[in-house]
RNA sequence: GGCGCUAUCGUCUAGAGGCCUAGGACACUGCCCUCUCAAGGCGGGGACACGGGUUCGAAUCCCGUUAGCGCUACCA
């Protein structure tokens, strides 16, 4: 029986969380997740200056926006502490001191260079495969600088100390760093610690085939929260990019994913970002998630937009519209006018549908029917406004039209027998009466 | 330059020698449904980078070329 799985997710403290990133730290947390063993956060900021709490804050955020909870971290605990770099000198000065005892090192100028043994070393990658690379020559394989000068750090060098002390199993991260392994197994030979399995997941790259940066659309995690879009679909498109549960499926519920997730079907090919499709899944969880998840994803966005009302009036607007949405941030603007009487006319609505002659007439003919059709519900408000129509031997659509823009203001929206039951005959009445007035001159 | 990884529709992918006249999804597009906008339904266009092998047979195996990406830091 093998150890327990131990993962992490490793990041440098940038002041953003890349998708990449992201997608590594996904990567690792199911596979903790599917062996039932650990996850773990690790803080690598040895470059002090860049360290800083607003910068740390948002990996969290990013992190338990999308879910992935660590079990041990900073905010977590864990006795293999503390995660952050920054708090581990004295361990890392204890291996250098190691290191330099059994003559690994040497003085290259002030820095500290690891001397490399001249030989092949083979990763066997979880992903890639058996792959090897030849130390053989020193010119284009100088030794590895592990400390500068200043008595600073260098990454390959704490990296590989934390993952042995904190006894990582694997280490599932970036191919860009596929090359650098073979680097880092010498620094755990060296160290007389038996290396991890790795695996190396593909970058995701952007549309265009480049390497993603900071500025690009999608490149932030923290972009994902601010245009509305619900983790849970984003989580899933994220899985997606570089791996396959091998059939058709696509929509699949986290617990899924982690039921079926393996290394072995992980793409080796960089996988191209679409905002298109990460769009697309977004609005399928919409469209099929509980009314109560969707009020509590929405909810900040109404309050942002100064909409309060309770669920019991909330939920039967939100569901006239669940459907349609893409980004939850659409959702105060599309139903807005139900929650105010002082609600916005679009003026090309207005003049395409309450300028005719005859418009107001007919809302007035309506208001008269509506006062007192019962139920006023939508099968028999839409009963009526046919019976009508065919009483005065008009089409329906001249009632229809000029009835949507009079209640809402605008030519787009919910179906109107259903957005006028959900407004309620008072209120309906009120605002028939209201536009009439307001466009009779 | 050196080393490494990769190479199926525009994109994400299925495909582990015959099931492939290459399947699904997004996007695009035609039609249907329809009170608007969506959603939904039914269609359409659209790919095995190229060249050599191996084999009765290759998208699938091998080699080469080309292209993309990564590493080659006293960045992480």
């Not at 998630?289 to 909330?314: H, N, T």
């Not at 089409?395 to 809402?408: G, L, N």
């Amino acid at each position: 029986m093998s150890a327990p799985v131990r993962v992490r997710f490793a990041p440098s403290p940038t002041g953003y969380l890349h998708v990449g990133g992201a997608r590594t730290a996904l990567f690792n947390w199911l596979y903790a997740r599917h062996h039932g063993g650990k996850f773990i956060l690790r803080i690598e900021d040895t470059d002090r200056a860049r360290h800083n709490e607003a910068a740390v804050q948002v990996i969290y955020d990013g992190l338990r926006w999308l879910g992935l909870d660590w079990d041990e971290g900073p905010q977590a605990g864990g006795e293999f502490g503390p995660y952050f770099q920054s708090e581990r000198e004295a361990i890392y000065q204890r291996y250098f001191d190691q290191l330099n005892a059994a003559g690994h090192l040497y003085d290259d100028g002030g820095a500290w260079r690891f001397r490399f043994q001249r030989e092949v070393v083979e990763v066997d990658d979880l992903i890639c495969g058996k792959v090897a690379f030849d130390f053989g020559n020193i010119e284009i394989m100088p030794d590895m600088t592990i400390r500068r000068p200043d008595g600073s750090w260098i990454f390959h060098f704490v990296n590989v100390v934390d993952d042995i002390e904190m006894q990582m199993t694997h280490v599932i991260r970036g191919e860009d760093h596929l090359s650098n392994t073979p680097k880092h197994i010498q620094l755990y030979q060296a160290l007389g610690a038996a290396p991890p399995r790795f695996g190396h997941i593909p970058l995701i790259l952007n549309k265009d085939g480049s390497k993603m940066s900071k500025r690009d659309q999608g490149a932030s995690i923290t972009s994902y929260i601010e245009a509305g879009y619900a983790p849970e679909a984003v989580l899933n498109y994220f899985c997606l990019l570089g791996w396959s549960p091998k059939d058709d499926s696509e929509i699949l519920p986290r617990e899924e994913i982690i039921a079926r997730f393996d290394l072995a079907n992980v793409n080796r090919k960089g996988a191209q970002f679409d905002l298109a499709k990460c769009d697309w899944f977004n609005s399928q969880y919409i469209q099929q998630m509980p009314m109560s998840r969707y009020l509590e994803l929405v909810q900040p966005w109404l309050e942002k937009a100064g909409i309060y009302a309770d669920a019991a009036a909330l939920e039967p607007v939100l569901a006239l519209e669940k459907m349609k949405v893409t980004h939850l941030r659409e959702v105060p603007d599309r139903i807005s006018f139900f929650f105010t009487e002082d609600y916005a006319f679009d003026p090309a609505a207005v003049e395409k549908s309450l300028r005719n002659p005859g418009t107001l007439e007919r809302l007035a003919q309506l208001s008269e029917a509506y006062a007192s059709v019962t139920p006023f519900d939508a099968p028999t408000i839409e009963a009526k406004l046919k019976e009508l129509a065919t009483t005065l031997a008009v089409k329906p659509a001249e009632f229809i039209h000029p009835a949507r823009v009079a209640v809402s203001g605008r030519s787009v929206g919910p179906s109107l027998y259903h957005m006028l039951e959900v407004l309620g005959r008072d209120r309906v009445l009120a605002r028939l009466q209201r536009t009439r007035e307001r466009f009779a001159a």
